[in-house]
């Protein structure tokens, strides 16, 4: 299985965008969940967003209002579009994809275990 890799990650200042892109094939299970996973030195492995089989979507509150997650299913695409962006948002970025449906996924996306597959990550740093 071919493992996924993100690209787009830069610095950029407080309140500006960014989007990461992934590009791989799809996760050998349904459901399952896409989406991305970040880490910053001194902070927890966390699960950013998610986008499930069916197309429903979940956020972590600390990115709810601010960032999208997103699929081109022709492409074999997934996009997550960052807004507003926070220096608290700097961390290392993975995308990802595990077994499960939103909103449950987010959170179990983050977890290193036999069936969550991650890409080797982009960084993302933002400026105050």
């Known amino acids: 299985q071919v493992k996924p890799v993100e690209s787009g990650g830069g610095s950029v200042q407080a309140g500006g965008s960014l989007t990461l892109s992934c590009a791989a094939s799809?996760?050998?299970?349904?459901?399952?969940?896409e989406g991305w996973i970040r880490q910053a030195p001194g902070k927890e492995r966390e699960g950013v967003a998610c986008i499930d089989s069916n197309g429903s979507t979940s956020y972590a509150d600390s990115v709810k209002g601010r960032f999208t997650i997103s699929k081109d299913n022709a492409k074999k695409t997934l996009y997550l579009q960052m807004n507003s962006l926070k220096p608290e948002d700097t961390a290392m970025y993975r995308c990802?994809?595990?077994?499960?449906?939103?909103?449950?996924?987010?959170?179990?996306?983050?977890?290193?275990?036999?069936?969550?597959?991650w890409g080797p990550g982009t960084q993302v740093t933002v400026s105050s």
């Open positions: 990802a994809a595990g077994p499960g449906e939103a909103p449950e996924s987010v959170v179990t996306l983050a977890r290193d275990d036999a069936y969550n597959q």
């Open positions: 799809e996760f050998k299970y349904r459901p399952y969940c």
